[in-house]
């Protein structure tokens, strides 16, 4: 796995789900994401990718929600959206269906 953790984040930057697969980034560092995000929307400079000292942020948005994968090795960025936009597909396809509250605990398996 090259991903470090995955993080799905409210529009205000609070952790709704999260799994850290290698522990190497801190985990206080995806507080950090959501300034940065921000800052960089509010410069007209917003970007899917944000590099710092600790960690790349790989990020989508998806009804107000981001989903963000963070990693410090040099990664197959192409691979890290793809499994970012599957995560919203299988979460969007339980939300229609009304299965959210099961297939949450499911989500949270699939992702360790």
Excluded at 75 to 92: D, E, P, Q, R, W
Aim: contains cysteine; proline residues 2%.
């Amino acid at each position: 796995m090259v991903l470090s953790a995955i993080y799905i984040l409210d529009a205000k930057g609070k952790v709704l789900i999260s799994r850290n697969y290698r522990g190497d980034v801190e985990p206080g560092v995806i507080e950090r994401f959501i300034g940065l995000a921000t800052d960089r929307e509010d410069e007209g400079q917003l970007t899917p990718l944000i590099r710092t000292d600790e960690a790349t942020f790989t990020y989508i948005k998806h009804n107000n929600l981001y989903v963000v994968a963070t990693t410090k090795k040099n990664s197959n960025v192409a691979m890290i959206f793809s499994l970012l936009h599957k995560i919203c597909a299988v979460c969007c396809a339980d939300c229609v269906t009304g299965e959210w509250r099961s297939s949450s605990t499911s989500l949270s398996l699939s992702l360790s």
